[in-house]
């Protein structure tokens, strides 16, 4: 019998076949050790996969790069994940994507899940939430409509009748839904909470503070105290911080500068912003203008984040500081700003001297919840460490403050398009909302005692 697991190679997660004899004792484990990578050619960004031998795979080459060449970078990494689950599935499993069967599409949606995935003894499976699972079907679906392959076992819809009450009248109207598409469940991103409490933030900012990491400490304070996303503070450099007069009064400000560059690695996104596709765009006035959040920062933050630069920077001598240079030097995108003619650099370095990356942010965050007693997800990919710093800012706005912001409010301070993805952020806890029903019960009867009257 063979089936589909995990393994850890280093510090990569690959899936491999592994064969189980007649007692259901693994017998053999293939690897398959697919990846997606990107490289940067003439200005343009590639997506590459390849199989697990290193061989490109043609296909999704073609798609990536010349089918689908006008999307976002970021969408475009997205799809090449989708693709890449899509052919590893299809080579562990014997299956041509060209030619998929109702059967094998179902089978590749459980796999996409994770529920079919079985977990070594010692290991465990990656879960991915339905809204994961059906964003990457609705890419894997495209890309076999585009390649003009089989598509009868993604056409198949089931009819159903939507009941709609109007007054008292019940209106019945016929719909079909496509049967792979899995349902998306409002509580199932509840199951580990989504933001911190007071008591958790002080918690961990205690830990934090108490280990003497600096590092995480400037990034998690941006997130919590700002709402910044992990790959908007990731993506901050020298050049961002900026530090204005105020004419009138004569104080300062302090600001950094949210924006993108071509020199970011796809997890140092400033998500809703363009990404320039060439350096040439920084000179457009679409760019210097538009395409930029401005964030105001105490000047305690500012000058802590610039000296934290400054003491990294003395830490590395010699080759290992040539190549920290190297590895964190950054475009410089305003051609008569203070760093014309001068070397850009990110913040947030690991120690290494490379570019600190998401996943070891994630990583530092994980290991204090874990200090603290934070519940964190463990094998599954549902709820990020750093995103859940943010989904606390937006908590401290609408719950936790002095004064709470409403939805269009929230959705100007999270510095997003529409109102609905600020709900999104408001994820109360059962005792959250107990109290808040409390509160609001208890105001209602200040503001209107009469309600309390017992006589007739």
Same mark, same amino acid.
């Given at each position: 019998?063979?089936?589909?697991?995990?393994?850890?190679?280093?510090?990569?997660?690959?899936?491999?076949?592994?064969?189980?004899?007649?007692?259901?004792?693994?017998?053999?484990?293939?690897?398959?050790?697919?990846?997606?990578?990107?490289?940067?050619?003439?200005?343009?960004?590639?997506?590459?996969?390849?199989?697990?031998?290193?061989?490109?795979?043609?296909?999704?080459?073609?798609?990536?790069?010349?089918?689908?060449?006008?999307?976002?970078?970021?969408?475009?990494?997205?799809?090449?994940?989708?693709?890449?689950?899509?052919?590893?599935?299809?080579?562990?499993?014997?299956?041509?994507?060209?030619?998929?069967?109702?059967?094998?599409?179902?089978?590749?949606?459980?796999?996409?899940?994770?529920?079919?995935?079985? /977990?070594? !003894?010692?290991?465990?499976?990656?879960?991915?939430?339905?809204?994961?699972?059906?964003?990457?079907?609705?890419?894997?679906?495209?890309?076999?409509?585009?390649?003009?392959?089989?598509?009868?076992?993604?056409?198949?819809?089931?009819?159903?009748?939507?009941?709609? #009450?109007?007054?008292?009248? #019940?209106?019945?109207?016929?719909?079909?839904?496509?049967?792979?598409?899995?349902?998306?469940?409002?509580?199932?991103?509840?199951?580990? !909470?989504?933001?911190?409490?007071?008591?958790?933030?002080?918690?961990?900012?205690?830990?934090?503070?108490?280990?003497?990491?600096?590092?995480?400490?400037?990034?998690?304070?941006?997130?919590?105290?700002?709402?910044?996303?992990?790959?908007?503070?990731?993506?901050?450099?020298?050049?961002?911080?900026?530090?204005?007069?105020?004419?009138?009064?004569?104080?300062?400000?302090?600001?950094?500068?949210?924006?993108?560059?071509?020199?970011?690695?796809?997890?140092?996104?400033?998500?809703?912003?363009?990404? /320039?596709?060439?350096?040439?765009?920084?000179?457009?006035?679409?760019?210097?203008?538009?395409?930029?959040?401005?964030?105001?920062?105490?000047?305690?933050?500012?000058?802590?984040?610039?000296?934290?630069?400054?003491?990294?920077?003395?830490?590395?001598?010699?080759?290992?500081?040539?190549?920290?240079?190297?590895?964190?030097?950054?475009?410089?995108?305003?051609?008569?700003?203070?760093?014309?003619?001068?070397?850009?650099?990110?913040?947030?370095?690991?120690?290494?001297?490379?570019?600190?990356?998401?996943?070891?942010?994630?990583?530092?965050?994980?290991?204090?919840?874990?200090?603290?007693?934070?519940?964190?997800?463990?094998?599954?990919?549902?709820?990020?460490?750093?995103?859940?710093?943010?989904?606390?800012?937006?908590?401290?706005?609408?719950?936790?403050?002095?004064?709470?912001?409403?939805?269009?409010?929230?959705?100007?301070?999270?510095?997003?398009?529409?109102?609905?993805?600020?709900?999104?952020?408001?994820? /109360?806890?059962?005792?959250?909302?107990?109290?808040?029903?409390?509160?609001?019960?208890?105001?209602?009867?200040?503001?209107?005692?009469?309600?309390?009257?017992?006589?007739?």
């Amino acid at each position: 019998m063979e089936v589909i697991t995990e393994l850890k190679i280093g510090r990569r997660t690959v899936y491999a076949r592994m064969t189980l004899d007649s007692a259901g004792i693994p017998a053999a484990i293939e690897p398959y050790d697919c990846r997606v990578s990107k490289k940067k050619e003439n200005g343009k960004t590639l997506y590459i996969i390849t199989d697990k031998d290193g061989n490109i795979r043609r296909d999704p080459y073609r798609y990536l790069n010349e089918t689908i060449n006008f999307r976002k970078d970021s969408t475009r990494r997205q799809i090449a994940i989708a693709l890449n689950l899509l052919h590893t599935w299809c080579d562990i499993t014997a299956r041509k994507p060209e030619n998929l069967s109702p059967t094998d599409v179902s089978e590749m949606m459980n796999f996409l899940w994770g529920v079919t995935v079985r /977990p070594l !003894p010692d290991g465990t499976r990656t879960i991915r939430t339905a809204k994961t699972v059906n964003a990457y079907y609705s890419f894997i679906k495209e890309y076999i409509h585009k390649n003009s392959w089989n598509t009868s076992a993604f056409e198949y819809r089931i009819p159903y009748i939507l009941e709609t #009450t109007v007054g008292d009248v #019940t209106v019945k109207s016929p719909r079909t839904r496509d049967p792979n598409r899995l349902k998306t469940d409002s509580l199932e991103r509840k199951r580990t !909470p989504q933001h911190l409490t007071p008591d958790m933030v002080n918690a961990f900012v205690k830990a934090v503070i108490d280990a003497g990491d600096e590092e995480t400490f400037l990034l998690s304070r941006l997130q919590l105290a700002h709402g910044l996303r992990r790959g908007e503070a990731l993506g901050i450099t020298l050049e961002d911080f900026k530090k204005r007069r105020n004419r009138t009064t004569g104080e300062y400000a302090y600001y950094i500068i949210l924006r993108n560059r071509c020199s970011d690695a796809d997890d140092q996104h400033c998500k809703e912003l363009c990404w /320039p596709s060439s350096k040439d765009e920084y000179s457009k006035e679409s760019y210097t203008k538009a395409e930029r959040w401005d964030i105001k920062i105490p000047e305690d933050l500012y000058n802590r984040l610039l000296a934290f630069h400054d003491n990294i920077q003395k830490k590395f001598t010699g080759d290992r500081r040539k190549r920290m240079l190297l590895e964190t030097e950054a475009d410089v995108v305003e051609p008569n700003g203070p760093f014309a003619g001068k070397k850009n650099y990110y913040i947030f370095v690991n120690k290494t001297g490379r570019r600190l990356t998401g996943q070891t942010y994630n990583n530092h965050l994980k290991k204090y919840f874990d200090q603290v007693g934070i519940p964190v997800d463990r094998g599954i990919k549902q709820t990020s460490c750093s995103h859940r710093l943010r989904h606390t800012f937006a908590m401290f706005l609408s719950t936790y403050g002095k004064e709470t912001a409403n939805v269009e409010q929230l959705r100007i301070l999270m510095r997003h398009r529409y109102v609905s993805s600020g709900q999104a952020y408001y994820t /109360p806890t059962p005792e959250e909302t107990l109290k808040m029903k409390e509160r609001f019960t208890d105001s209602i009867y200040e503001i209107i005692p009469a309600l309390k009257n017992t006589k007739f």
